[in-house]
C-alpha cells in the first residue's frame, strides 16, 4: 500500500507577494493564540515558513529590478 505524500504548500509558490504576506500574517496570529494542537502548530509553522520563503523571493525579485534600473540610469549618457 504506498501513500500520498503531497505538499499542503505546494499552492505558495503561486502566490502574488501580497497574497503571501496576507497569510503569513494571519498564520502568525494562529500561533500566537496558542490554541492549536501540536499538530496543528507545526502544519501552521511549515506554511508560515513556505509563506516567507515566497514574500522573499518576491522581495529579492523586486530588489534585483530596482538595482538594474538604477544601474541603466547611471550608465546613461550625461547631458
Known amino acids: 500500500m504506498s501513500e500520498k505524500t503531497e505538499n ?3 499552492d505558495v509558490a503561486k502566490m502574488t507577494y501580497e497574497q503571501a504576506r496576507d ?3 494571519q498564520v502568525v496570529a494562529n500561533l500566537e493564540q496558542g490554541s ?7 502544519a501552521l509553522w511549515e506554511r ?8 522573499e523571493k518576491w522581495l529579492s525579485g523586486a ?3 530596482l538595482d538594474s534600473a538604477l544601474a541603466a540610469k547611471k550608465a546613461e549618457p550625461k547631458q
Not at 36 to 42: G, K, V
Not at 48 to 55: H, I, K, S, V, Y
Request: glycine content about 4%; charged content about 25%; hydrophobic content about 40%.
Open 63 to 65: 530588489k534585483e529590478r
Open 48 to 55: 508560515g515558513e513556505a509563506l516567507a520563503a515566497q514574500c
Open 23 to 25: 497569510q503569513l500574517l
Open 8 to 10: 499542503p504548500n505546494a
Open 36 to 42: 492549536a494542537t501540536l499538530e496543528e502548530s507545526m
